[in-house]
């Protein structure tokens, strides 16, 4: 398998104005499909990419519009024709710079303050992106049946397990909590049944800013001149802001375990002060905030993918209460945050 990655890479790299050096071909670790290859420039990287030549050239284009506009991410490289990508075997690839830095600690304060300035600087700067091929995989239509239909699903979820005599462990935590949690969704959907929220949705696309939504680890780095640098974009889109700063709080009190008012006050400070969010974007905000997404994507790995709920172990029944316990500390640090910052409904 790796000689024949190795040749596929070579053909990749013959498309470019570059030579690989030895025979040192890494996988990225984490990554399935991302290498590290050694050439006469130094280290690249070689990402096989998804999608049609739209989607493809759609995110090219909007990485050397965030890299002109000072967002920190890699450089991706061109061939000796000038184009973006290569195609080989039915397999596309893009070759980007590597970039040194360390991955961010979403336990260190300070860490994440350089994580939610560089999130802020993307939205700000992309805000009116222009599309020059038409092309807009846009994500914001979508947003408000999304919390819908996962509403129903966790009611669906509920009924089928209570018509169960012998509920396993995670079945009995699922019913144990299912209820408080529904009325978070009723909450969340209370406010995106306002009716200036079609109104505020428009709004937030007309700005078409670009979001990030990969916030795993190994997607962030913090450069050695202290910048967030952002190392995969295969999940850029269009779409509110609110997604990317929800996901954020969410990954980061999880690491506090329990959300933390004051924590989140200074990060939505750094943010404001960066891209500030009008009254509408801060209600939808407030809106996804408050849905229960941590609870929901937890079943939803089980019941959804038909994973055996009566095989789950035990470190991960504990990551699951772990999960539970952030979800319940939410609900009155958001409302206290919005009170006390004046963004009432």
Same mark, same amino acid.
């Given at each position: ?49 998804? @999608?049609?030549?739209?989607? &493809? ?18 450089? &991706? ?56 091929? @038409? ?39 699922? +019913? ?46 913090? @450069? ?49 002060? &960066? ?6 974007? +801060? ?63």
């Amino acid at each position: 398998m790796e000689a024949f990655f190795r040749d596929i890479i070579k053909k990749v790299i013959s498309n470019y104005p570059l030579e690989v050096k030895g025979s040192t071909l890494k996988f990225i670790e984490g990554k399935k499909t991302e290498w590290s290859v050694d050439t006469n420039i130094g280290e690249v990287r070689l990402k096989n990419v998804l @999608g049609d030549d739209k989607v &493809i050239n759609f995110k090219i284009h909007a990485v050397d519009f965030l890299r002109n506009n000072g967002v920190y991410t890699p450089e &991706i490289l061109t061939t000796k024709l000038g184009e973006g990508f290569v195609r080989i075997e039915d397999n596309n690839f893009i070759v980007f710079e590597s970039v040194d830095g360390r991955v961010p600690n979403y336990e260190i304060e300070d860490d994440m303050i350089i994580m939610i300035n560089g999130i802020a600087s993307l939205h700000n700067v992309s805000n009116g992106f222009d599309f020059s091929d @038409g092309q807009n995989p846009s994500l914001v239509s979508d947003w408000k049946n999304d919390i819908q239909n996962k509403y129903s699903k966790l009611i669906l979820w509920k009924e089928q397990r209570n018509k169960i005599k012998d509920l396993n462990e995670v079945d009995e935590l699922f +019913l144990k909590y299912v209820n408080s949690f529904l009325k978070q969704c009723e909450t969340s959907l209370a406010i995106v049944s306002n009716p200036h929220f079609e109104e505020w949705k428009e709004e937030a696309r007309d700005t078409n800013t670009l979001s990030y939504q990969n916030f795993e680890e190994k997607n962030l780095a913090i @450069g050695e001149d202290g910048n967030l640098y952002l190392l995969d974009m295969s999940l850029l889109a269009v779409d509110l802001p609110i997604s990317d700063i929800r996901k954020i709080l969410n990954i980061v009190m999880t690491k506090q375990d329990g959300w933390k008012l004051r924590l989140m006050e200074k990060m939505m400070r750094s943010y404001q002060a &960066i891209n500030p969010l009008k009254f509408g974007q +801060l209600q939808l905000l407030k809106a996804d905030l408050l849905f229960p997404h941590l609870f929901y994507d937890t079943f939803s790995a089980i019941y959804e993918q038909k994973e055996a709920s009566d095989r789950i172990e035990a470190k991960q029944i504990s990551k699951m209460k772990k999960i539970i316990t952030t979800e319940f500390s939410k609900e009155k640090v958001v409302h206290a945050f919005f009170y006390e910052n004046k963004m009432k409904e």
